[in-house]
């Protein structure tokens, strides 16, 4: 169901017309689940692009409008949350822009924009706002992702591990909440097939260090070994490798749409220059619910997250949206 905006007839306008319609969804459907702003590109970026690029309904769901960020942008310095405390709304457009290179056009704030604030990163007096996302009631903010999974139905989960990847915890509470709502969609008999965990493998940071030890712009700086690093997944327990290098572009325009976050010069950037586009459009996932499909080489890494799905096919009943169902 969709609102038409008011016509506007003989200069009076005319209240919203009310269409009734049915939305048939692409067989393929993918949910993210993500902290803040700017998590979505740098973390699957990619992954979104490339399941968008392929006809496959992408839906983002960000947790918070990341108030708490860092600004990088010097003219926006005074939009800070000790300032006039405007960033969140900035950053929805920012989130807009990366969205639309990303070519994702189902985005929604968990709870609708503003419900959860950025809880800055851990052990802040932040995390105690009364609207930090860290304080959030578990099963109140699932269930605003149990409506959308009832829409949507997707077969796809994706979101972080029990660390939230490395720690924030915004990234703890996401992983939290869509577990928990995994759990409650399973009771009503719509829980995705699978969910994934966003990761990296081991042998790829170990290439990295290995990469960077000659550049000027090295993330690894005064690290030694990987296993100080707060992430990082031995390659044997990796189920899914997305080689999205084709959508590097699109992921590259959506990092640069999150201008008070990356700055220009990030080294995120220098990845891609450096390296090639593997680096930044190969993203890789654990498996944490459902069955790993068929995959290859020698850990038989999944290439697609929807591989072994059974229901889906020009088979499989179709899905309709705006719960008209
Ligand atoms: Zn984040």
């Given at each position: 169901m969709a609102d038409l905006p008011g016509r506007v007839r003989a200069g009076r306008a005319e209240p919203p017309v009310r269409v009734t319609g049915v939305t048939t969804l692409p067989d393929r459907r993918l949910l993210l689940v993500h902290a803040h702003p700017d998590d979505e590109t740098i973390g699957t970026g990619s992954t979104m692009a490339h399941y968008a690029a392929a006809g496959a309904h992408v839906t983002l769901v960000t947790c918070?409008?990341?108030?708490e960020g860092e600004i990088h942008v010097p003219e926006l310095a005074q939009l800070a949350a000790a300032e006039a405390d405007q960033l969140g709304g900035y950053r929805i457009g920012e989130l807009a822009a990366a969205c639309a290179a990303l070519g994702v056009t189902d985005h929604r704030f968990l709870g609708?924009?503003?419900?959860?604030?950025?809880?800055?990163?851990?052990?802040?007096?932040?995390?105690?706002?009364?609207?930090?996302f860290w304080q959030a009631d578990l099963d109140e903010a699932a269930g605003h992702l149990v409506e959308i999974m009832r829409e949507i139905r997707p077969q796809v989960l994706i979101t972080y591990d029990e660390n939230g990847f490395y720690g924030h915890p915004d990234h703890i509470q996401a992983h939290r909440v869509a577990m928990r709502a995994v759990e409650l969609a399973a009771a009503e008999g719509f829980a995705p097939a699978k969910v994934y965990w966003t990761a990296m493998p081991l042998s790829v940071l170990e290439a990295g260090m290995t990469e960077f030890?000659?550049?000027?712009?090295?993330?690894?700086?005064?690290?030694?070994?990987?296993?100080?690093?707060p992430f990082g997944t031995p390659?044997?327990?990796?189920?899914a490798r997305i080689d999205a290098t084709d959508q590097h572009a699109a992921k590259q325009a959506a990092m640069r749409a999150h201008a008070t976050q990356i700055p220009h010069n990030s080294w995120l950037y220098a990845i891609a220059g450096n390296f090639g586009a593997e680096f930044i459009g190969v993203e890789y996932y654990t498996l944490a619910v459902g069955e790993k499909g068929p995959g290859s080489g020698p850990y038989a890494w999944?290439?697609?997250?929807?591989?072994?799905?059974?229901?889906?096919?020009?088979?499989r009943a179709p899905v309709t949206a705006a719960g008209l169902r």
């Open positions: 918070t409008l990341g108030e609708g924009a503003g419900r959860y604030r950025d809880s800055g990163m851990m052990g802040l007096a932040t995390n105690e706002h009364p609207r930090a030890t000659e550049s000027a712009d090295n993330p690894f700086v005064g690290i030694e070994d990987v296993a100080e690093l390659d044997e327990q990796i189920a999944e290439d697609d997250l929807f591989a072994g799905l059974p229901d889906v096919g020009p088979d």
